[in-house]
């Protein structure tokens, strides 16, 4: 992820974005907010958070797959299927997001948004 902010601060193109943003920590969603570069989440994800709660511990989740925190801190979401190592259905991924609670939850509407809407917007650019 540092790479990632070093590298996009110097060169831009309006179709960059970054995939896969499980695990960050503060100072990298605040930048990823400042710098809007649009970050795909796959919220089909959520349904790792109970051995990633293992692997990771408390300090480090709390910035993890936190797709609710991501949208507060002004980060500009799409979201993807990770398919197909994953389920394609965005359906299945807003129930899993929208299970989860704090900075994990996502709503099942903002899901459908940003497989619907967010996705068409960036891809009209």
């Known amino acids: 992820m ?3 902010l070093r ?4 060169s831009r193109h309006p179709k960059d974005r970054l995939e ?3 695990c960050l920590r503060p ?11 649009p970050v795909c989440i796959q919220p089909i994800f959520s349904r790792e958070l109970p051995w ?3 692997r990771l511990g408390p300090r480090r989740l709390a910035t993890s797959y936190a797709w609710g925190l991501l949208l507060e801190k002004g980060v500009r979401l799409l979201a993807g299927s990770d398919a197909p190592v994953d389920q ?10 929208a299970s989860q609670e704090g ?3 996502l709503s099942r509407a903002q899901v459908l948004d940003l497989f619907g809407r967010a996705n068409r917007e960036f891809c009209d650019r």
């Open 2 to 4: 540092d790479q990632f």
């Open 7 to 10: 590298v996009i601060a110097r």
């Open 20 to 22: 896969h943003a499980q």
């Open 27 to 37: 100072d990298q969603i605040e930048a990823l907010a400042e710098a809007q570069v």
């Open 52 to 54: 990633a709660a293992r």
């Open 88 to 97: 394609v259905s965005p359906l299945a991924a807003a129930e899993a997001a």
């Open 103 to 105: 900075p994990h939850h």
